[in-house]
């Protein structure tokens, strides 16, 4: 099974803030790596697939990059509505994986 | 608009059996493939198991292969999980989810998923 090792597991920062959260696969992916956002209560939300591409309805705050093994998410204006969990998911081989979640919380 | 709504989930007691049902609308429900993820009390997500749009395929996580079985009714748009067997551990939030794909061989991102449905196994 492909190992998905997300950094860091939590963080707190400022509305205004650029966040960074990093991915890393055990094994080559492709650029089969989307993410996805959940708040306390709620499903998951997909935010970006194929590593870099936005779902519909997104905001462009959101940004993805990364090839092979390792992945980022960037956030480049934290808002408000943005503090939640965050988790990376590789979908080039099953069984699908997903990292261990990054909590993202108000500083 | 794309609609996923699962139901089925309760209180079961170890050894015991559910079924989950996952009601879709909102898009061509045949052709996609459809998927479970599930989410323990304060954990994170673990994929479960996946079928092909037309039933013919299916793939499972290795720690409810011989337990679950996925199947559909495109008939009604809805696809299903039985749970035999049931553990403690398979306690979660079941999810479901649309996948972007018709066939199981085609990478198969997550691109809408439901609520979930609560299972508890315990005695």
């Known amino acids: 099974d492909i190992q998905m090792t997300q950094s860091p597991s939590s963080l707190s920062a400022s509305v205004g803030d650029r966040v960074t959260i990093t991915c890393r696969a055990s094994q080559g992916i492709s650029s089969y790596l989307a993410w996805f956002q959940q708040k306390p209560g709620k499903a998951p939300k997909s935010l970006i697939y194929a590593t870099s591409t936005l779902q519909s309805g997104v905001p462009s705050r959101f940004s993805g990059s990364g090839s092979g093994t390792d992945f980022t998410l960037t956030i480049s204006s934290l808002q408000p509505e943005d503090f939640a969990t965050y988790y990376c998911?590789?979908?080039?081989?099953?069984?699908?994986?997903f990292g261990g979640g990054t909590k993202v919380e108000i500083k | 608009e794309v609609q996923v709504l699962e139901s089925g989930g309760g209180l079961e007691q170890p050894g015991g059996s559910l079924r989950l049902s996952c009601a879709a609308s909102?898009?061509?429900?045949?052709?996609?493939?459809m998927s479970w993820v599930r989410q323990a009390p304060g954990k994170g997500l673990e994929w479960v198991s996946i079928i092909s749009a037309s039933g013919g395929s299916t793939f499972y996580a290795d720690s409810v292969k011989g337990r679950f079985t996925i199947s559909r009714d495109n008939s009604k748009n809805t696809v299903y999980l039985q749970m035999n067997g049931l553990r403690a551990e398979d306690t979660a939030v079941y999810y479901c989810?649309?996948?972007?794909?018709?066939?199981?061989?085609?990478?198969?991102?997550?691109?809408?998923w439901g609520q979930g449905t609560l299972v508890t196994v315990s005695s």
């Open positions: 998911q590789q979908y080039n081989v099953y069984p699908l994986t």
């Open positions: 909102g898009f061509s429900f045949t052709n996609f493939a």
């Open positions: 989810a649309k996948t972007v794909c018709g066939v199981t061989s085609c990478p198969p991102f997550l691109d809408y």
